[in-house]
């Protein structure tokens, strides 16, 4: 083989390997995109739910006002009138505001407490994956001191 084919040789080589680590390049670079992408659109989804709750919170604090204003008002017209229409219109009232203060509760607790499973799904995770005991043997034993009490003054006060 002469020096012209050897070259031609390592030339096609030394291609091909570029053109493979060029490749393995933009795939790694595409995926950086997608995945910064992604957690953009992630933070994004999270802060509109969070804004959702909280319009969904004030929506339901109003009509809860509104059902017990509309109770209230009810009632005295049914102590005024004492007609049975009145009575029953009051007493249906009665009966909405507090079937929708039983839901609200309801959905406040089931809230806190997938928030309260959340943090205790993360908490589990991050507990097998930092065990406490893999942490404190990582502290070289040189960068723990232990410093005495300060002896108490000699008139005997603390």
Do not use: C
């Amino acid at each position: 083989m002469t020096n012209t084919e050897t070259a031609a040789q390592w030339g096609t080589l030394v291609g091909v390997f570029l053109v493979a680590v060029m490749t393995q390049w933009h795939a790694w670079k595409s995926r950086k995109q997608a995945n910064s992408a992604v957690a953009e659109a992630r933070g994004y989804v999270a802060k509109q739910t969070q804004r959702m709750g909280e319009i969904h919170s004030l929506v339901n604090g109003a009509m809860a006002r509104a059902l017990r204003t509309i109770m209230i008002l009810a009632k005295e017209k049914a102590e005024v009138t004492g007609h049975p229409t009145d009575v029953a219109a009051a007493e249906q009232a009665q009966r909405d505001y507090e079937e929708h203060d039983m839901k609200q509760r309801l959905a406040e607790a089931s809230r806190e407490s997938y928030k309260a499973g959340q943090d205790a799904e993360r908490i589990k995770h991050l507990q097998t994956k930092y065990p406490p005991q893999a942490i404190f043997n990582t502290i070289p034993a040189t960068e723990v001191k232990v410093v005495p009490p300060d002896p108490p003054d000699s008139q005997g006060g603390l």
